[in-house]
């Protein structure tokens, strides 16, 4: 192997790395607040571009429906002056996107806050009212939306994959395109962005302080159901952005996201589902080693990644060790 | 349960006494090979509707069951059982190589002719107990890498490098691609494999590049085959790149756009049929194919996937009818089952959509080299014939 | 009663004349067995398993290669498979049950994904991803199990067979310790359980059943490639076990029934409704399971189960186990702690404490908050290993033992929240005790062998109900108990345990008066028997009417030791506690 290659090789591993950062820090948080191990969330990112390509070639996706859907249930299940979140959302996501059909400045917008609505109605609407439920059954609840979410996105969209035109076309230097600079920069900035809000903010505050001690949270008036609304509006939301950004690099399939999701939540794991940095960096990892396994020995990828994870996980176990009670 | 079966069951009776033709269809319509699987299904579709439109076979109404396996082995298997209960003819199906190996075993126990829509020789080779039953009509692999390692010999090419799938698809074309092309003196420098769902194939096109390949073959379907191609490129790879016909559907093109211009393919005829030879057989059936589908799914929609269906009709059709001469479905329907085995295996000359179709007792393929593959060029956004093999 | 279960074989006589349903029953059976298998993890066990695929299909790898490649009978398959299983258990397992929370789970995905691409890309060896073909049928006393009818009866005997075991596991000591460690892994060491072990045990057993059904799939199919024995696939199972309740049998069985047949009704079911074909399955599919998880965390069965009559237990008639009655001088020391010391990062938790325990007394561990009495305690018993000092049992050393070979030797503990399993009636809770005191291994659980032992276990239980009074609750889940019943429970737990030396960690904790004086009555009554209490308490009424001596903790060091009077006059003590409870 010669310097150019192990340059590509890197530039490849940081590429993808960033990718499975985001995912695993939006899954870290979601599941600090409410235990819930998102496993839809590479459906969540994929219905953002391939909603996007739709409305730009001025067809309504049926992902607005499925929105409009849940935002309804949603609706039905708060009470009084709590229906006015999903029902303004709902209109206003719905006009959005009748306006966005035209003019495509407004379709990026739109297919985040329909991303962001989404997420949020899917947690008001299957995880919310399981309250108490074991980390087992949230996590099953989750694979349920994730099949029915992966069912629906081949509905919607159809069996192949979509390219939407890149932000910025044209590469900077051999190996890494402008559209990546701009991945990178999004992930700066989302890292950042959430550090700042959890330190400084005091919305930001309270939020971790749910997700460190939720029955502490609850003493002091942090009502977990809205601690977990904006979890997950959060995640959505990085998950949205990171989807249409990443789209014109990887192309956006219905069948893409888990793959995605999975190696997020690997990285999230690495971070023992509690650390932001510590997940960010074992995101990176993973990235790094599929890049080498893939020149290496491309057939055995997978296996090889998800086999050295095993030491890795050991060694973490074993740094845990504390009494068990 | 029982309490909807015995119903269901009377339905299934009524059902033969109006001596309906039940012809089970098992296809991925979901799952990784949705791709290929849901323009089968399409053809299924809109072969009921003309059937319905014109009564059927030989004056029986003719029925397709189309059960959707997800991709997956289990539930192809499943369906067949279940198929095979419900009493139809003939089984068509699956798209994928393992689940159609899978769907072996049921057929010769029941006794139902079968004919698959997937690519390997395995499926239909060698014609044993269990084959016996088995036909198909997508051309094999092996066939099509004889045109891909003709066409590289004539431009020239001494070594190849190959990336596929990290599946069925792409290990049969690296088995037979790699054989035939040892064979015709061609040297492999590289195998790699890669998935459809990766973000990335920088680490594997990298190492192709650095083995400097006269040709890279990608041995995958449907748009995920983009981007190995985009990848090699971006990475400056100058060589020739083939990809398989598996990629024949107008979205290769859509997402490709600029970076699969020049791709060297291999397809079945139907592929570029306006601009065939006009002595070539398959040309005014393909046209036929093209015309009818594109009126029910819309301009541009056609693939050369659902024309494997089609095909398959193509042969059940008349062998149905000569069947019917035979023997009574409604009266005995194992033997009609075994009559309609023997006039698919008597099958000769039938033109189809992506060939010449002529079964024996030792080759349950039927197509000829010449007449079902040729070699397309992907030139300003479209489907360019290169050459034919006749 | 539970022979009920071989009903099911009568199944595909009913089923015969509709051979696509006998299919869909060996389904039914071989994914009955799988989710069985996490029965045994998640249900007894509470591990989660992401890999019973990747068993199954090592259960039907090896069968397949055996068979087609070296044409050997499919029963060498059948031990080939279940030693490939097992020894993929024993690996993973070993490498993994002392994982906590997500590592496990997390751990099993990453061998399952591993598992599969390798099954993929060892195109040499099996056949890669388009699999291996033309196995050959079972055959079964002369008989080809070649369709799927006969195939269905061993499937379903199997099944029946593999429910029977699993019932006898979960009645037994191990069922109980399983249990036991799901909720509280200290309480079921303090016991005599090794954790570790016992995982492994259950990983074990869960591996080999769902490599048995590998090996039942793979000569079903008669065909066998890796799509079957995806991370999917195991996600599936364990879906079909969670939805119909992974706590209980007939729940996971539940499941695997739906799950099977769902697949099949939304196909005939969808088409109708929605007037059209498409690719509407799997969206149902995830929506009934969330669906289902809705209406019903827990699982389906639980929730059916509340309209399903009780069934009665009976209480035990057998004889109790024989009673190592307390023997020995009065007043030997029989635990000793000798400078025990234990820091927690930079702070000193306990340093120095050096006392002795003699038999037939009472001793009271008090001392104000922080003064370090529970982390002694935790270094007596071995749920924490002291950083210096030893620690003698009836003269033994047992420094840095864990609490499962600590108790064995004779000594019990209770718990400042009373570990309880909420979920098991009274007399199991207290028949836990007896763990130590019995054998029965899996293989004997397994095959119902241990009838004998389990009765005198549970008796052994009642009568230690009758010693605190709560006979007369011994069939109610022990959810039903109130806080000072809770307490007696953990004493009787610990009498039936037959340990001599009972360490008692705030047993007046949230009791009434009248309930304390009766606590009272009945731990003098076992110190005249010849036990030893060591007990830790902040109720000074309740120590100094009840303990023969008293040692006092402050800041980590033992400061007095002597009878309540002669505490209660010491200056140390009362500047240390006295003065500040005033």
């Not at chain 2, 799938?165 to 691609?177: I, S, T, V």
Request: with cysteine.
């Amino acid at each position: 192997m010669d310097a150019t290659i192990l340059g590509f090789l890197l530039l490849d591993a940081l590429q993808n790395g960033v990718i499975y950062g985001l995912l695993a820090v939006a899954m870290v948080l979601v599941f600090a607040v409410t235990r819930v191990i998102l496993v839809p969330i590479g459906e969540l990112m994929m219905f953002a571009p391939l909603s996007l390509v739709w409305l730009q070639g001025g067809k309504l996706p049926g992902t607005l429906g499925l929105a409009l859907a849940l935002g309804a249930l949603w609706a039905l299940l708060e009470r009084g002056r709590g229906r006015g979140l999903p029902l303004l959302g709902g209109v206003g996501l719905l006009l959005l996107f009748l306006l966005a059909r035209g003019s495509p400045a407004l379709a990026y917008p739109a297919a985040i806050f329909l991303v962001v609505y989404l997420g949020v109605a899917s947690y008001r609407v299957f995880f919310q009212p399981l309250r108490e439920a074991t980390v087992l059954a949230y996590l099953i609840m989750a694979v349920g939306l994730h099949v029915a979410y992966q069912g629906l996105g081949l509905v919607f969209f159809g069996p192949e994959q979509y390219r939407p035109e890149p932000l910025l076309s044209g590469e900077v230097l051999a190996g890494l395109s402008w559209q990546g600079v701009l991945v990178l920069l999004f992930a700066l900035l989302a890292v950042g962005g959430l550090y700042l809000f959890f330190r400084l903010s005091l919305f930001g505050k309270a939020l971790l302080a749910a997700a460190e001690n939720r029955l502490g949270a609850r003493l002091c008036g942090i009502r977990p159901e809205e601690a977990g609304m904006v979890a997950f509006a959060i995640a959505s939301l990085l998950a949205a952005l990171a989807g249409l950004l990443l789209a014109p690099l990887i192309n956006a399939a219905y069948f893409m996201g888990f793959m995605l999701g999975l190696k997020g939540f690997v990285a999230a794991i690495l971070g023992g589902l509690l650390s932001y940095p510590v997940a960010f960096l074992g995101a990176l990892l993973v990235g790094l080693f599929e890049s080498f396994t893939s020149f290496y020995a491309s057939a055995y990828k997978e296996a090889l990644v998800f086999l050295l994870l095993v030491p890795a996980l050991f060694f973490q176990s074993l740094r845990a060790r504390a009494v068990e009670e | 349960m029982r309490r909807w079966l015995v119903p269901l069951l009377a339905l299934a009776l009524s059902a033969w006494a109006q001596g309906t033709l039940k012809v089970g269809v098992v296809v991925s319509a979901t799952g990784p090979a949705a791709s290929l699987g849901i323009p089968e299904r399409n053809t299924f579709l809109m072969l009921q509707e003309l059937l319905d439109r014109q009564g059927g076979v030989a004056g029986r109404k003719v029925e397709f069951v189309i059960l959707d396996d997800a991709s997956d082995t289990t539930q192809a298997v499943r369906n067949t059982r279940r198929l095979v209960e419900e009493g139809v003819v003939a089984v068509v199906g699956t798209t994928t190589t393992p689940a159609s190996l899978g769907m072996i075993p049921v057929v010769a126990e029941a006794k139902v002719p079968m004919i698959s829509l997937a690519a390997s020789k395995d499926i239909i080779h060698p014609v044993d107990a269990q084959r016996f039953w088995v036909f198909k009509t997508p051309q094999t692999e092996e066939l099509m890498a004889r045109a891909i390692v003709a066409d590289m010999v004539a431009r020239g090419v001494k070594t190849v490098g190959y990336i596929g799938f990290n599946d069925a698809y792409g290990e049969g074309w690296a088995r037979f691609f790699e054989a035939e092309a040892k064979a015709k003196g061609l040297q492999v420098v590289a195998s790699e494999r890669y998935n459809r769902t990766d973000t990335s194939v920088t680490g594997q096109a990298l190492r192709i590049i650095a083995r400097r390949p006269d040709a890279v073959l990608i041995g995958a379907s449907g748009t995920p085959a983009v981007f190995p191609q985009r990848t090699l490129k971006e990475r400056g790879y100058p060589g020739l790149i083939y990809q398989t016909h598996g990629v024949a559907n107008p979205d290769f093109l859509r997402v490709g756009g600029k970076d699969v211009e020049g791709t060297l393919l291999p397809a079945g005829p139907i592929l570029v049929a306006e601009q065939l030879p006009s002595a070539f057989p398959s040309k005014r059936v393909a046209l036929d194919y093209i015309q009818r589908y594109e009126a029910r799914y819309g301009i541009g929609s056609y693939s050369t996937f659902g024309a494997h269906a089609w095909d398959a009709w193509l042969i059940l059709k008349p062998a149905l009818e000569r069947a019917l001469k035979k023997a009574d479905p409604g009266r005995d329907l194992a033997a009609f089952r075994a009559a309609l085995r023997d006039e698919l295996e008597a099958t000769k000359g039938l033109v189809a959509t992506h060939g010449v179709f002529t079964f024996s007792k030792e080759d349950h393929l039927g197509l000829r080299f010449e007449d079902a593959a040729v070699m397309v060029q992907v030139e300003g956004g479209r489907w360019k014939l290169v050459r034919t093999f006749r | 009663m539970r022979y009920g279960w071989f009903l099911l074989l009568l199944l595909p006589f009913l089923l015969a004349p509709f051979p696509f349903y006998l299919t869909l029953l060996n389904f039914f059976a071989l994914s009955g067995l799988v989710a069985l298998s996490l029965y045994v993890l998640t249900g007894l066990a509470g591990m989660t398993s992401f890999a019973q695929a990747a068993f199954m299909g090592m259960g039907a790898y090896a069968t397949a290669l055996l068979t087609v490649k070296a044409g050997l009978s499919p029963w060498f398959g059948l031990a080939a498979g279940l030693a490939l299983s097992l020894l993929l258990a024993l690996v993973l397992g070993g490498l993994t049950v002392r994982l906590k929370g997500h590592f496990l789970p997390l751990s099993t995905i990453a061998w399952q994904v591993a598992l599969y691409i390798l099954a993929g890309n060892l195109v040499g060896l099996t056949g890669g991803h388009t699999g291996l073909t033309d196995l050959p049928p079972l055959v079964l006393l002369g008989f080809p199990l070649d369709n799927a009818f006969r195939y269905g009866l061993l499937s379903l005997l199997v099944l029946v067979l593999a429910v029977l075991a699993l019932h006898n596991l979960r009645f037994s000591r191990l069922g109980r310790a399983l249990l036991a460690l799901r909720g509280d892994a200290l309480a079921a060491a303090s016991f005599g359980v090794d954790p570790a072990a016992l995982r492994l045990k259950a990983f074990l057993l869960a591996g080999a059943m769902a490599g048995l059904a590998g090996f039942l799939y793979a000569h079903f199919l008669r065909f066998v490639n890796p799509t079957p024995f995806s991370l999917e696939a195991s996600i599936k199972y364990l879906v079909m076990a969670v939805a119909g309740g992974v706590g209980t049998i007939p729940g996971v069985l539940l499941g695997a029934a739906l799950f099977t047949g769902l697949e099949d009704w939304l196909k005939d079911l969808l088409p109708l409704l929605l007037g059209r074909q498409g690719n509407y399955e799997t969206i149902a599919y995830g929506l009934v399971l969330a669906g289902i998880l809705l209406l019903a965390p827990q699982g389906l069965f639980p929730l059916l189960a509340r309209f399903l009559p009780r069934k009665e237990g009976s209480l035990p008639r057998a004889e109790p186990l024989p009673l190592p009655a307390p023997s020995g001088a009065r007043g030997e020391v029989v635990l000793e702690a000798q400078g025990l010391r234990k820091a927690f990062g930079g702070l000193l938790a306990v340093n120095g404490v050096f006392f002795a325990l003699r038999r037939g007394e009472i001793l009271a561990l008090i001392g104000p908050n922080g003064a370090g009495k529970s982390t002694t305690f935790n270094l007596l018993t071995g749920a924490i290993p002291p950083d210096g000092g030893r620690v003698f049992l009836f003269g033994k050393e047992i420094t840095g033992l864990p609490p499962h070979r600590i108790h064995p030797l004779g000594l019990g503990r209770t718990f400042q929240h009373p570990h309880l399993f909420p979920e098991l009636s009274v007399l199991e809770n207290a028949a836990l005790g007896t763990y130590a005191r019995t054998r029965a291994g899996f293989s004997r659980v397994l095959l119902g062998l241990h009838g004998e032992e389990e009765a005198r276990a549970l008796a052994t239980a009642y009568r230690a109900l009758k010693r605190v009074g709560l006979e007369g609750l011994a069939l109610e889940p022990a959810a039903r108990l109130t806080a000072g019943q809770q307490r007696l429970l953990e004493i009787a737990r610990l009498l039936a345990s037959g340990a001599e030396v009972l360490l008692l960690d705030e047993p007046a904790a949230g009791l009434r008066a009248g309930e304390k004086r009766e606590l009272a009555r009945l731990l003098k009554a076992l110190a005249r028997e010849g036990y030893t209490v060591l007990i830790v308490d902040h109720d000074m009424d309740l120590i100094m009417g009840l303990a023969d001596r008293v040692v006092v903790m402050n800041y980590g060091e033992k400061i007095a030791e002597g009878t309540p009077e002669e505490v209660q006059r010491n200056p140390l003590v009362r500047a240390a506690y006295l003065g500040e409870a005033a």
